[in-house]
């Protein structure tokens, strides 16, 4: 690690979407926010008020639209959009849940899903894992490179996103970053990339909002295991 400034990286999942308790692959479907969803963005737009970003940028999906542009509006910044960071392009899946997918897919989505599935695009025009990871890999060095004299920037996007960004700073095979990295609606993770490639991991899969992680709440349902042990 150098003693030059770092690129402080905020990225973070958009909130909750339509048929959250069976989700969907979304993927690039314009997939709306339940009124929920809106609050938990909000909520983050307001945590991180105070944060003096250098630029905001989010996917042009609405769903992480919204929570870029309630950020850039809380913060004095332009919400800077780019196709780049959407979710991974699930073919002629989207929109499917996994129930729906198995029932005439069961052998080929288990064979993606596998860890010999990485060249293997989704069905109907879909990309395949490794395609992806290179995708927001270059959209995240563009990022690094358009800030190369540090300071603290914003993204807004997806959870496949999220933890794509995470693979590449911790050196994780994709495949890996897909299934162990946790990445709840309105996540927040907060990264210091340093010139020479350094990365400290600060925050992974972390919540703000009103409740906190000492209060009850999702906050500290989160902390307490509940979605694991209920």
Same mark, same amino acid.
């Given at each position: 690690?150098?003693?030059?400034?770092?690129?402080?990286?905020?990225?973070?999942?958009?909130?909750?979407?339509?048929?959250?308790? $069976?989700?969907?692959? $979304? &993927?690039?479907?314009?997939?709306?926010?339940?009124?929920? &969803?809106?609050?938990?963005?909000?909520?983050?737009?307001?945590?991180?008020?105070?944060?003096?970003?250098?630029? @905001?940028?989010?996917?042009?999906?609405?769903?992480? @639209?919204?929570?870029? /542009?309630?950020?850039?509006?809380?913060?004095? /910044?332009?919400?800077?959009?780019?196709?780049?960071?959407?979710?991974?392009?699930?073919?002629?899946?989207?929109?499917?849940?996994?129930?729906?997918?198995? /029932?005439?897919?069961?052998?080929?989505?288990? !064979?993606?899903?596998?860890?010999?599935?990485?060249?293997? *695009?989704?069905?109907? &025009?879909?990309?395949? *894992?490794?395609?992806?990871?290179?995708?927001?890999?270059?959209?995240?060095?563009?990022?690094?490179? !358009?800030?190369?004299?540090?300071?603290? @920037?914003?993204?807004?996007?997806?959870?496949?996103?999220? !933890?794509?960004?995470?693979?590449?700073?911790? !050196?994780?095979?994709?495949?890996?970053?897909?299934?162990?990295?946790?990445?709840?609606?309105?996540?927040?993770?907060?990264?210091?990339?340093?010139?020479?490639?350094?990365?400290?991991?600060?925050?992974?899969?972390?919540?703000?909002?009103?409740?906190?992680?000492?209060?009850?709440? *999702? &906050?500290?349902?989160?902390?307490?295991?509940?979605?694991?042990?209920?």
């Amino acid at each position: 690690m150098t003693g030059s400034k770092p690129l402080r990286l905020f990225f973070i999942r958009h909130g909750q979407t339509e048929n959250a308790e $069976n989700p969907p692959f $979304n &993927g690039w479907c314009d997939a709306q926010l339940t009124p929920l &969803g809106k609050q938990q963005l909000d909520q983050v737009a307001v945590g991180l008020a105070d944060i003096p970003f250098e630029a @905001v940028y989010s996917s042009d999906l609405s769903r992480a @639209v919204y929570g870029g /542009q309630r950020l850039a509006d809380s913060t004095g /910044q332009s919400l800077i959009q780019n196709p780049k960071w959407r979710e991974m392009n699930f073919g002629r899946w989207e929109g499917l849940n996994y129930q729906q997918i198995t /029932q005439d897919d069961n052998d080929l989505i288990h !064979k993606i899903l596998s860890h010999d599935g990485n060249e293997i *695009p989704f069905p109907g &025009g879909g990309e395949s *894992p490794a395609g992806f990871s290179e995708r927001i890999n270059a959209a995240l060095k563009n990022l690094i490179e !358009k800030h190369s004299g540090g300071g603290r @920037v914003a993204l807004v996007a997806h959870g496949g996103t999220c !933890k794509m960004i995470w693979g590449k700073l911790l !050196k994780l095979p994709a495949e890996v970053a897909w299934q162990f990295i946790r990445q709840d609606f309105a996540a927040v993770n907060v990264a210091d990339i340093y010139p020479d490639g350094y990365c400290v991991a600060h925050l992974i899969n972390g919540y703000l909002g009103p409740e906190g992680y000492h209060k009850s709440g *999702p &906050g500290f349902e989160r902390l307490r295991g509940d979605h694991i042990f209920s």
